[in-house]
T-cell receptor, first 118, second 113 residues
Framework: AQTVTQSQPEMSVQEAETVTLSCTYDTSESNYYLFWYKQPPSRQMILVIRQEAYKQQNATENRFSVNFQKAAKSFSLKISDSQLGDTAMYFCAFMKHGGGGSNYKLTFGKGTLLTVNP | EPEVTQTPSHQVTQMGQEVILRCVPISNHLYFYWYRQILGQKVEFLVSFYNNEISEKSEIFDDQFSVERPDGSNFTLKIRSTKLEDSAMYFC???????????FGSGTRLTVV
């Protein structure tokens, strides 16, 4: 079974600064995806960024980027130029790839509550 | 952009009553899921559904729960004889295919009193 650990329950950052959220995971699988989801106060789960494990290049989406260290099983999220609208709970999630539809469930970490201060 | 639609957004029910949570996945998606988030806790997998049958379910998904895709568009989660500990946010999600990520609905907050 896979586990996802987010060791920072809460973090805060000043507007326009950069913040990094940590995530580690444990798996024996070699082929998988990793995700960061954002959950604002509206409670909707919004995909921020995804990384395929077979890709060495770190994924980037505008102000959001990841540092994927496969050997260390680490997947951190960096948010640059933080904005007030980035205030949310951020969840790291793991998804095994391959073997049929049933293997595509998401395993979530406990989340990190990020507050962006003006 | 296509959305996964969940109704109602909030439901309050008496303990012991049955509830049905409704979801309309994205039309060309093939895989459907229910997840649950108890307040302050992490999001947990309940069940996955593909080709008109359950493909996997978690230990949480016991006989109290059932899912159905009755008409090719709706995807429902039924909870029979609700308990206080069923109070949570329930998320429906769908996925187009194996290489694609999830699209989540905005959730139904279930409160059992």
């Amino acid at each position: 079974a896979q586990t996802v650990t987010q060791s920072q329950p809460e973090m805060s950052v000043q507007e326009a600064e950069t913040v990094t959220l940590s995530c580690t995971y444990d798996t024996s699988e070699s082929n998988y995806y990793l995700f960061w989801y954002k959950q604002p106060p509206s409670r909707q789960m919004i995909l921020v960024i995804r990384q395929e494990a077979y890709k060495q290049q770190n994924a980037t989406e505008n102000r959001f980027s990841v540092n994927f260290q496969k050997a260390a099983k680490s997947f951190s999220l960096k948010i640059s130029d933080s904005q007030l609208g980035d205030t949310a709970m951020y969840f790291c999630a793991f998804m095994k790839h391959g073997g049929g539809g049933s293997n595509y469930k998401l395993t979530f970490g406990k989340g990190t509550l990020l507050t962006v201060n003006p | 952009e296509p959305e996964v639609t969940q109704t109602p957004s909030h439901q309050v029910t008496q303990m012991g009553q049955e509830v049905i949570l409704r979801c309309v996945p994205i039309s060309n998606h093939l895989y459907f899921y229910w997840y649950r988030q108890i307040l302050g806790q992490k999001v947990e997998f309940l069940v996955s559904f593909y080709n008109n049958e359950i493909s996997e379910k978690s230990e949480i998904f016991d006989d109290q729960f059932s899912v159905e895709r009755p008409d090719g568009s709706n995807f429902t989660l039924k909870i029979r004889s609700t308990k206080l500990e069923d109070s949570a946010m329930y998320f429906c999600a769908s996925r187009r295919g194996q290489a694609y990520g999830y699209t989540f609905g905005s959730g139904t907050r279930l409160t059992v009193v």
